[in-house]
């Protein structure tokens, strides 16, 4: 049987909430492991992760920035916050969409390959995009895109038709906006 | 001041000056540096058990019965894998536990080497937080950071991986004094605003209710002290759940008994009927909840825990207060004095009424032979004869766990020591080591299944090298009795596997161990049985052959709410195989 409500695992109608996509920012001990720590919390609690990008932001300090963006009903994120505040190495953690639109941004490179038409054309929308050509043949393209994931989602669908081979995308890093630091 | 010193001296030191007293372990080949400077030394004893399985256990005994961090090392590969269980169990009942791990060296990790696993790979979804350690020079710093992080907060296991090339190396030594952690900070004190709008809500109630759990015990005999002064200072009704026993004393005419799947009648209608509810460190775990949407429905909560995770998360809480509950209490009882608030009598005294009907349903109530030993009444008769001694009662996992939590009633926190969360067959003769060890002087019982007992009944030789006089009082059914009471419940009493058809001659075993066997098979004899047991010097196994088919009662068959009890007299066995519905069915 299908338990239709992801609220509890006792079936049956209990309060349904809509779900929800949030941009959450985590500030972690640079230390071994930090990462399995934070992936095997989603795992582990059945949580989803559509994007998760992490590297270290403060050499000095040993600081790394883990963005994650996820989806639940908001009891549910509500817990994923407090999950991820109960790891040791975590020292913050900020729901960069709840707190107002913060400034989300990703890097692609999508190769393509084709010739005559389809080639100009993939080259013309690529320069609306403003995206770059950082590797070329006289059959292919590979074009560097940063921008929204929205953007980055517009121009592959594009390039689908165009001869699109292959895509790598960074995920999503994202910051509050205005001056204050999280 | 750094002292430089070898990696496993510095275990040792570090131990010592953590003021361990003992250590639960089994040697290997990665600890050895470890063990032989164990060997050099006389502050910290080491407990040799029979498997790691038992010297996690005997540590959560150790450090459940006092309130100290328990302390187990074992080795590489099997010696951690052996580990888990023990860790996990830590982490759900919110033990605190030191693990020292050895590790094969630092050049062989990820070589598949003889007696290697990814210890803190698999021990991370168990553990609080755990180290490999690579550098010798932070030895001494992470097994001090891993004393504080395992009491600290929410109490819970740690490990600390160590790589048999980091015991040879020497390196610096730096004492607990100077470790601060930088970023593990969890808040111990409430705050003052939702004390006091929870104050306004206790005082404004009228059919309120204390649900309290382990949460209370952890925090130290001082949260006790003062939950027992303010449950009297209001006169309300209190309830605990598995974990929580012995907080509040059972023979106050406020208690009314524990809660939950198997709880009393009064207690869980007065959970389900009641409009303010107040819960001191308990999770509302789904053992006590039942049914989720019809839990509780006209109560505004009070939600008290220490972990802000735990608010929330299964039931929302109208006022959470995150804080250690007995600096909550403590701020509580200031403001409730502080304000004297007038309660409403005459509603308390109706609700009062009411579950005095609820009592007088006695949903413990049993038919006893006299020709076949009740195992409710063993356990009457066992708490009956105990109850004026020093005694501290373990637990194994299964229908004589339930009973015991039902018919030992319990004056003082810390006496009480069961696998909750984790449900873990086997625990209770390990943790009863462990208890022991901690009071040598006193009456140390583990209320055993035939079934559990021997998940872990190598343990019986640590007894004897220890000369620890545990009793083991084992329910002899022959059967898994809860795996059969659910098999009954949900799938027609086709008994798959739950009928042991072979177990062991429990007195000869005892013997083979160089314990006391004792046998008891009539009603009659069962009160002389039970004295000769305590009054034996040494460590006793007491196979109490009790009524085979008996159900423990009364239940909240699973999917169902509080106010859908079956109870145990009247209730007939063509409703209970139809007490749990399709939906119930998945769950466990």
């Known amino acids: 049987m299908i338990n239709t409500n992801p609220q509890t695992h006792y079936a049956g109608p209990a309060l349904r909430q809509e779900v929800e996509t949030r941009t959450l920012s985590v500030l972690v001990d640079n230390e071994p492991g930090v990462l399995a720590r934070v992936i095997g919390l989603f795992s582990g609690r059945g949580y989803n992760i559509d994007s998760l990008t992490v590297t270290e932001t403060e050499h000095e300090k040993h600081l790394s920035r883990i963005t994650v963006i996820t989806r639940g009903t908001p009891a549910v994120l509500e817990q994923i916050k407090h999950q991820l505040e109960r790891l040791v190495p975590v020292h913050r953690v900020r729901d960069l969409t ?12 999508v190769k393509v390959a084709g010739k005559g038409e389809k080639r100009i054309e993939a080259m013309r929308i690529a320069e609306i995009f403003r995206a770059q050509v950082v590797d070329t043949s006289l059959e292919h393209f590979v074009f560097e895109i940063t921008g929204k994931p929205g953007k980055i989602d517009t121009f592959i669908g594009l390039m689908t038709e165009l001869g699109l081979v292959e895509v790598s995308r960074t995920g999503i890093a994202a910051i509050g906006r205005g001056a204050a630091a999280m | 001041m750094a002292r430089t010193m070898t990696g496993a001296e510095i275990v040792m030191k570090a131990l010592q000056d953590q003021g361990v007293e003992h250590i639960f372990g089994y040697p290997g080949g990665a600890v050895l540096p ?21 010297a996690l256990h005997a540590a959560e005994g150790y450090a459940r019965s006092t309130g100290k961090v328990g302390v187990a090392l074992v080795t590489s590969g099997p010696g951690a894998t052996n580990a888990v269980t023990g860790l996990t169990d830590a982490l759900m009942d919110s033990i605190p536990l030191v693990c020292i791990t050895g590790q094969v060296p630092t050049h062989l990790i990820g070589n598949d080497a003889f007696q290697e696993c990814d210890t803190v790979g ?31 907060g929410r109490p819970g296991p740690v490990v600390i991986d160590i790589p048999k090339d980091v015991q040879f190396a020497t390196g610096n030594y730096v004492g607990p004094s100077n470790i601060a952690h930088k970023t593990y900070k969890p808040r111990v004190k409430p705050e003052p605003t939702a004390v006091r709008d929870a104050v306004d809500l ?21 949260a006790s002290q003062l939950l ?7 006169g309300f009704p209190i309830t605990s759940t ?4 012995g907080a509040y004393p059972a023979s106050d005419r406020q208690w009314l008994g524990m809660l939950g799947m198997h709880g009393t009648y009064e207690a869980n209608l007065a959970m389900h009927d009641c409009d303010v509810m107040i819960n001191i460190g308990a999770r509302f775990d789904d053992r006590i909840t039942g049914r989720i949407d019809a839990f509780s429905p006209g109560s505004k909560k009070i939600h008290v825990d220490i972990d802000p995770s735990s608010i929330n998360k299964n039931i929302r809480a109208d006022i959470p207060i995150i804080g250690d509950c007995a600096y909550v209490l403590e701020e509580m009882l200031r403001v409730w004095k502080a304000k004297a608030p007038q309660i409403d009598k005459i509603a308390l005294k109706s609700w009062w009424k009411e579950i005095d009907s609820w009592r007088a349903r006695k949903s413990l109530a049993y038919t006893n032979s006299t020709e076949y030993i009740m195992p409710q009444y063993a356990c009457q008769r066992l708490y009956e004869l105990t109850k004026d001694r020093d005694t501290y009662i373990t637990t194994e996992v299964g229908q004589h766990q339930m009973w015991a939590a039902q018919f030992i009633n319990f004056e003082e926190p810390n006496r009480w020591m069961t696998s909750g969360g984790l449900g873990t067959m086997g625990y209770g003769l390990p943790a009863a080591i462990g208890v022991q060890l901690a009071h040598p002087k006193s009456l140390v019982i583990d209320v055993a299944g035939d079934a559990s007992i021997l998940m872990n009944i190598q343990e019986c030789s640590t007894a004897v090298q220890y000369r620890l006089p545990v009793k083991v009082f084992i329910l002899n059914n022959e059967y898994m009795g809860m795996v059969r009471q659910w098999q009954q419940l949900l799938h027609g009493n086709r008994l798959s596997e739950s009928y042991t058809e072979a177990l062991p001659d429990f007195v000869k075993l005892a013997e083979a161990y160089g314990w006391t066997g004792m046998r008891c098979d009539h009603p009659a004899d069962l009160d002389d049985a039970i004295r000769e047991m305590i009054n034996t010097k040494g460590p006793v196994i007491f196979d109490c052959r009790v009524a085979k088919l008996a159900n423990c009662f009364p239940m909240i068959p699973s999917g169902k709410a509080h106010n859908e009890m079956l109870l145990g007299e009247n209730v007939s066995d063509e409703e209970v195989s139809k007490a749990i519905g399709k939906e119930g069915k998945v769950l466990v």
């Open chain 2, 34 to 54: 470890i063990y032989d400077e164990l060997f050099q030394q006389e502050k910290v004893k080491h407990i040799l058990v029979r498997q790691e399985g038992g």
């Open chain 2, 202 to 222: 206790i005082a404004s109630a009228k059919r309120p209710v204390f649900y309290t759990g382990g949460g209370v015990v952890n925090s130290g005999p001082k």
């Open chain 2, 242 to 245: 598995l974990m929580g026993l």
């Open chain 2, 122 to 152: 698999i021990t991370r979804p168990c553990t609080k937080h755990n180290w490999l350690v690579k550098n010798v020079n932070d030895l001494a710093r992470i097994i001090h950071e891993a004393f504080y992080i395992a009491k600290a």
């Open chain 2, 228 to 234: 027992r002064e303010f449950v009297r200072l209001t």
């Open chain 1, 98 to 109: 709840f707190e107002g639109i913060s400034l989300e941004r990703e890097l692609a490179l």
